[in-house]
């Protein structure tokens, strides 16, 4: 099974709407970090987490890590079809081991 | 500052053959990473070469090699091609030691296909 598992898989929403990307991991994190991937291309860094309760925000992107539930939230304010694409994240779960959820395809309508 | 180039950006390859990818990091950066990328395993960490040394391995068979070059430049070469060694290869390069703990900028990946 995965180390990090994403929720939903997939998303359509109606521009202008609201979502949230869930990452939840089987270990204990050592920082959490969220991609976005347009298909077939390389990875976009968005935010990177550190510490138990830390909030970031770029844009209407807005990222928020539980320590404690081992999980990761990525929410999207007034979504655009620019937002668009596949979302990653990503973990050092320790050993010097890096690994990617499964991530969770975003489709927006206009 | 130029992003992270790797090449070729396509590749066909036969089963049995071997092939080399092509990483160049970002001027100044000294890590750089390998990921493999298919729809069935999502994206899987190669190994990581940091001064033209690996110091971390992912879980892949011996077929997948890499090394750095002085300039930081990577190579990345996969013997004996199988099938499912289809995939989008990506590097990524950071500034710092390991990747994962620093911003990693990501290629556009070369996209290998083996038939």
């Known amino acids: 099974s995965q180390e990090l598992e994403q929720s939903p898989q997939s998303l359509i929403v109606q521009e202008g709407k609201n979502l949230t990307i869930n990452c939840t991991s089987s270990k204990t994190l050592y920082g959490l970090y969220w991609y976005k991937q347009k298909y077939g291309e390389g990875l976009i860094f968005l935010m990177m987490l550190q510490k138990g309760g830390e909030e970031k925000s770029h844009e209407k992107i807005t990222a928020k890590l539980d320590e404690k539930k081992q999980q990761s939230s990525l929410h999207i304010t007034a979504s655009q079809p620019s937002h668009a694409g596949i979302y990653l994240c990503g973990a050092d779960i320790g050993g010097q081991n890096f690994v990617f959820g499964p991530g969770t395809r975003l489709s927006v309508l206009p | 500052k130029a992003g992270v180039t790797q090449t070729p950006r396509y590749l066909i390859k036969t089963r049995g053959q071997q092939v080399t990818l092509s990483c160049s990091p970002i001027?100044?950066?000294?890590?750089v990473s390998w990921y493999q990328q298919t729809p069935g395993q999502g994206l899987q960490f190669l190994f990581e070469?940091?001064?033209?040394?690996?110091?971390n391995k992912g879980n892949f068979p011996g077929r997948f090699s890499g090394r750095q070059f002085s300039n930081s430049r990577s190579e990345m070469n996969v013997s004996t091609l199988e099938l499912g060694d289809s995939a989008l290869y990506l590097c990524a390069s950071s500034d710092q030691g390991q990747p994962m703990n620093t911003e990693a900028f990501f290629g556009q990946g070369t996209r290998l296909t083996v038939v």
């Open positions: 070469y940091f001064s033209e040394t690996q110091r």
């Open positions: 001027s100044g950066h000294r890590s």
